[in-house]
């Protein structure tokens, strides 16, 4: 992968710095939980730091955190922000680092980059070097989304594959961790609570990144500040999700039957069967107007198709006859000057198209006959 690529890549498609700060303030209660276990200033590694939001935020909270990285662009951004970080691989990160040492091991949109046997050691080592009671925060896209399973996933070129929520979470807890729960993440604000569920928001609106967070075995007066980010529902699930559209839908099918049930009732009633005569008569006369507007219309037509055969005749008269109706003419122009533009207008038309028509052979023949029954009807051509 060529020098700054992974970077550039970063800046157009993961959002910007304060987007993303934005997305991080939702683990703000348990930077806090942390701070009230472990001290003021717990010790955090920041795995894959990336441009630094995560890392930043930590120190900002008074984290004595951090970050490493083995991209060069990653490591620029971080450092022109005056973050600790070093080059050097999650790994040796992780083995160089005491045991338990560490209150704090994140890992942000990192999992979905290691092949699964690397995935695994790392939660191992990350274990070994949490204190008793400490944090593994691990954030990854959401498959359940089916618009980031199928689609956005792929458009990082480093991605390996996603990984499902729920062997995400078997994962930590196999390796070791005490308990795991999983959050989901960055869905819109409004599908929790909004009445109607589409679809389309079942496929592709489900939260499309999630975090597991697991905790380290610890003394309760540890782990009880950590009870209710273990027992809080974060986001929404596409299998919640889709429980509400199914709901929603049958729901509306229950109406549906109500209302169908109704119908039967009014059909059956003795009013509407004593209105049956009024409702005939009512849709004779609507039957009745349909047929007399169309013919209305058949007669405007032909009182349109008599009106311009006149208006030709008209004028054909005025120019054949100039000093018989030269008076009449004058008058036209003077009192009616839109009739006598629209007779001028027809005589001149159907001149033009007696005189094309006869060089037009077949097609010619056509038009004259259409002519004949309906002049208006012929366009230029």
Known sequence: MSKG????????????????LARLQIYQSIL???????GTTPRALDL???????????????????????????????????????HVDLMSALKTTTDNSLALVSA???????????????IKEALRVLQPGGILILETPNPENLAVGSHWFYMDPTHKRPIPPNLLCFLVEHSGFTRAHIWH???????????????????????????????????PEITEWFDRDFTRDVGISMEQLAVRYDSQLHKRLDQIQSLQLELVGVYQSRSWRVTKPVRQISNWVTQMRSKLRLQIFKIASQFRFLAHWMLVVLVGLLK???QKFGRL???LQKHFPRFYSRAINCYLRRQQL????????????????????????????
């Open 320 to 322: 054949r006859y100039p």
């Open 32 to 38: 806090d939980s942390l701070q009230k276990a472990f």
């Open 354 to 381: 007696m005189t094309i028509v006869p060089q037009l052979g077949a097609k010619g023949q056509k038009i004259s006959r259409q002519l004949d029954q309906d002049p208006s009807s012929v366009r230029d051509e």
């Open 108 to 122: 942000f949109h990192v999992a979905e980059h290691l092949p699964f046997e690397l995935l695994q050691e790392v």
């Open 48 to 86: 894959g730091c990336g441009r630094g939001e995560w890392l930043g935020l930590l120190c900002q909270t008074g984290f004595a955190a951090k970050g490493v990285d083995t991209d060069s662009g990653m490591l620029a951004a971080c450092r022109e922000q005056q973050l600790p970080v070093e």
């Open 329 to 331: 003419e004058s008058v």
């Open 5 to 20: 690529f992974y970077r550039a890549f970063e800046d157009q498609f993961r959002g910007s710095r304060a987007l993303i």
């Open 185 to 219: 993440l960055q869905q819109k604000p409004d599908l929790s609570t909004k009445d109607r569920v589409l679809i389309l928001e079942v496929l592709q609106k489900v939260s499309p990144d999630y975090a597991v967070i697991a905790q380290k075995a610890g003394p």
